[in-house]
Nanobody, 116 residues
């Protein structure tokens, strides 16, 4: 499985961005796809996940502002980010979680910068 992320950029506080993650290869073992982010000097943190049955989950800091959508079977998952804040500035990574084996595949990061 390989992941390709796109859609990052520079936006003013209060604005919106949309990230997309496209998977390629054999996704039969992919049970969850999602997004994590890492800001300079901080640990990577969960942003949002989408499971193979359509369930979603969010990190506390983005609940109510970000929406993850898509369908793992179609290999595309998107992250709509609204009401962006400067503290959302980070490199955003797409992830795929495979079972069995608890394997995590990471895509290349895409930079999101929110100016105040």
């Amino acid at each position: 499985v390989q992941l390709q992320a796109s859609g990052g950029g520079l936006v003013q506080a209060g604005g919106s961005l949309r990230l997309s993650c496209t998977a390629s290869g054999n996704i039969n073992r992919v049970k969850v796809m999602g997004w994590h982010r890492q800001a300079p000097g901080k640990e990577r943190e969960l942003v949002a996940v989408l499971t193979h049955d359509g369930s979603t989950g969010y990190g506390n800091s983005v609940k109510g502002r970000f929406t993850v959508s898509g369908d793992i079977a179609t290999k595309i998952v998107t992250l709509q980010m609204n009401r962006l804040k400067p503290e959302d500035t980070a490199v955003y990574y797409c992830s795929a979680h495979l079972e069995p084996g608890q394997v995590v595949i990471w895509g290349q990061g895409t930079q999101v910068t929110v100016s105040s």
